[in-house]
């Protein structure tokens, strides 16, 4: 269903930037936004995505935020995190030991995933924020590089799925011996809140405003069609309106089609490569618990069965679904998502954008397992009496989270939508497939 301009102007309110036009990134229509207010947000009105959001003191607050993280983000790593005690015997980890601990035992792979995804990358975010929002005087291909890969690491920041993945860490725990919290758990729960706030109020479409302006478009736009009807694309770097054939952006540098170039290949690709991990991840031992110098290892399975027949019942389900149903569930949709943008049968877009968006958010939580292993490694180290170490399902299952990402990454939504405009005219061949 194509809408009218008057029709748009209802869903949407106000516009704070001077080019009044988005092609929406997940569903391609043009969309016309005018002024909005402080506090308000302009969203698609076929696919309910938000486009850009007006917030009050856009520069100063994200900048507050982003070193008020940074400083909390170093207070957490000169204290003691977590601690415990079994039998008279204590033992007490801090951040920064974690990695340390994964690399003694021969998993550098797992510890260079925790320094990037709950370290160095949110860390990264929070500065690259303060430079694009702080207006400074650096050269422009300098500010555009930093902005380019600011928006592509923020899908990569942890920390609150590492959080959460330390509280179910607590609670496996505490059936063997008291757990506590060091003095710097309270400052990494402030981190975790205010970098989220921090990337929460950075607005993408404000950004690039203020990085650069969007190049000039010499083509007449109609609001309401999609943008590959008119012979336009959207940057998915920096959300600039350029002709379809003009393969480089003119601001980001980026380049790009009209749709992702073999979306679907390299989805599937993806997915299978996934599934074929997925199972041996399932099957071995993801950790290994030495009990009095007995060792007994541990899949996924039986750590929640382990859990359930213990009591412990919100957390064995927290496994269960974190582990075993959202992993399964999103690479079905993966395959249901391209099966579907690949025919020719009618579909109901918007439930499958739904599932798509879904997918999106879900998929990074499974990586609270490989977490809550990291912190247990870390943390039971107490020699013949009790100690756990991780095993290499852990490392399989991290990388099967990892490529799903990928492919949901992959995925182009947009193919979803097109089917609604190839109805009436014939499949252009720079569709993405």
Not at 50 to 58: A, Q
Not at 231 to 254: E, F, N, W, Y
Request: with cysteine.
């Amino acid at each position: 269903m194509l809408l009218h301009v008057p029709q748009l102007r209802s869903w949407l309110v106000c516009s704070h930037v001077h080019d009044p036009h988005i092609l929406c990134p997940q569903c391609d229509l043009l969309v016309a936004i005018p002024e909005i207010a402080v506090g308000q947000k302009a969203k698609c009105p076929r696919c309910h995505t938000t486009l850009t959001s007006r917030w009050k003191e856009p520069r100063r607050r994200p900048i507050a935020y982003a070193v008020s993280a940074l400083f909390m983000l170093l207070l957490s790593n000169l204290f003691p995190f977590v601690n415990m005690k079994v039998a008279g015997l204590g033992s007490e980890v801090t951040l920064i030991q974690i990695p340390q601990v994964l690399v003694s035992d021969d998993y550098a792979s797992m510890a260079s995933l925790f320094m990037i995804l709950v370290q160095l990358m949110p860390a990264l975010g929070m500065i690259f924020i303060i430079i694009l929002c702080q207006g400074t005087s650096i050269p422009s291909h300098w500010q555009i590089s930093i902005a380019r890969n600011y928006f592509r690491l923020k899908a990569w920041c942890m920390v609150e799925i590492f959080l959460a993945g330390v509280l179910v860490s607590f609670v496996k725990l505490m059936a063997y011996g008291d757990v506590g919290v060091g003095t710097s758990f309270y400052p990494f729960v402030l981190f975790c809140i205010l970098q989220l706030r921090a990337f929460q109020c950075t607005d993408r479409y404000w950004i690039w405003q203020q990085v650069a302006p969007a190049p000039k478009l010499e083509m007449p736009l109609r609001v309401g069609e999609s943008g590959l009807s008119q012979g336009l694309r959207s940057c998915h770097c920096c959300m600039a309106i350029l002709p379809v054939d003009q393969k480089q952006c003119g601001r980001c540098d980026t380049s790009g089609h009209a749709r992702r170039k073999n979306s679907l290949q390299w989805t599937m690709a993806l997915l299978i490569t996934s599934i074929f991990l997925y199972i041996p991840a399932n099957l071995l031992p993801i950790m290994i618990t030495q009990v009095l110098g007995t060792p007994m290892p541990s899949t996924i399975m039986a750590g929640v069965v382990l859990l359930w027949s213990e009591g412990s019942y919100p957390v064995a389900m927290v496994i269960l679904i974190a582990s075993i149903m959202v992993p399964t569930l999103k690479m079905i949709a993966i395959g249901w998502l391209c099966w579907d943008a690949n025919s020719n049968k009618e579909i109901d877009r918007e439930r499958l954008h739904v599932i798509y968006e879904v997918v999106e958010f879900v998929g990074r939580w499974s990586m609270i397992d490989v977490f809550v292993i990291a912190v247990l490694s870390a943390l039971v180290r107490m020699g013949q009496l009790m100690s756990i170490y991780p095993d290499i399902g852990a490392l399989l299952f991290a990388s099967v989270v990892i490529l799903t990402m990928f492919a949901a990454m992959t995925f182009d939504p947009r193919l979803i939508w097109d089917r609604a405009v190839m109805k009436s005219a014939k499949e252009p061949q720079d569709g993405g497939k």
